[in-house]
């Protein structure tokens, strides 16, 4: 049986173990529908209920190019896209991270967990707001107060929009970023750096980006135009590297492609055929996206 991402599997919990002995983390030993061994910290979800030798429902959440999967158990109260009547415990006034000011409720979910969502200012004596569950990672709900969501960029995701380089900023990690203001609107964004030195980005240049999603916190992801290569295309690439391996979780063969750009820069990808490619095979890909200023490809 294949784990295909986005679907819901039932897994049988085998034990509660740490990895290292002298470590604090925990982890659910979980047995996949294939046999396969799964890790689930037990942190996150220590309020679920999960019980050695019973049985719980995991969303496939991610596979990542290299093949890794990542598992979502189902919250046994919320579902995402589903909207839920949530207890305020406080309001108060903060800086979003594109520098407008915005109100945050504090809010409470019934596993007892503290949660933070953008309102609008209307909302704070309010004893309860109705919230969307956009989506839930590592047991955490990530909310969108109601039909007032505070979105004064108006973006939408998958459409390309103008941006002009307008400085940069160092955020308090130390990192620094652009920082991108929209030519239509005015909004502010932020992109890392580091993640696109290769691009040539400087202050006072005019670009196009794809807005590729809306974050869980309300803040948009942008990806800028790649100086090379245009998203849908196919192009001839270098492989560097073939790796094969057995993923334990669901006994499922892997080839793992790794190849080089025309910017020196690697991307990886799992091969689908049955003949293996050989390094310095020259072969043709799809670049189906973008992220961080590497290039997604597929076959």
């Avoid at 919320?78 to 000011?101: H, W």
């Avoid at 955020?171 to 005015?186: E, P, Q, T």
């Avoid at 790796?243 to 669901?250: K, L, N, S």
Wanted: overall charge neutral.
């Amino acid at each position: 049986m294949a784990l295909l991402e986005g679907e819901t599997f039932i897994f049988n919990v085998l034990a509660l173990k740490r990895i290292e002995p002298d470590s604090e983390q925990s982890f659910f030993v979980l047995e996949g529908p294939n046999g396969g061994k799964f890790l689930l910290p037990s942190h996150p979800y220590s309020a679920y209920g999960i019980k050695v030798g019973g049985k719980i429902a995991c969303k496939i959440d991610k596979i990542s190019c290299s093949g890794k999967i990542y598992l979502e158990p189902e919250n046994p109260f919320y579902k995402v896209g589903n909207t839920y009547s949530f207890e305020v415990i406080k309001v108060e006034a903060c800086s979003l991270q594109n520098g407008e000011r915005a109100e945050v409720a504090i809010v409470l979910d019934k596993l007892g967990n503290k949660i933070e969502v953008n309102v609008y200012k209307s909302t704070i004596s309010a004893k309860t707001i109705t919230c969307l569950v956009k989506d839930i990672k590592k047991g955490q709900l990530y909310l969108e107060f109601g039909k007032d969501v505070v979105d004064g960029a108006n973006l939408e995701a998958g459409r390309w929009y103008d941006f002009h380089i307008a400085g940069e900023y160092l955020h308090s990690d130390g990192k620094k970023n652009l920082i991108l203001v929209s030519v239509s609107n005015g909004s502010r964004h932020f992109i890392l750096a580091k993640d696109y030195e290769h691009y040539g980005l400087s202050v006072g240049q005019t670009i196009s980006a794809l807005v590729t999603r809306r974050g869980r916190n309300g803040y948009y992801y942008l990806e800028p135009k790649h100086p090379q290569y245009i998203i849908g295309n196919k192009y001839f690439f270098e492989i560097v590297d073939v790796t094969q391996f057995t993923r334990q979780e669901d006994n499922t063969d892997i080839v793992l492609v790794t190849v080089i750009d025309r910017l020196q820069k690697k991307a990886s990808f799992m091969w689908s055929d049955e003949n293996l490619p050989q390094v310095g095979e020259k072969i043709q890909c799809q670049v189906i996206g973008l992220r961080k200023g590497k290039l997604i490809l597929s076959q």
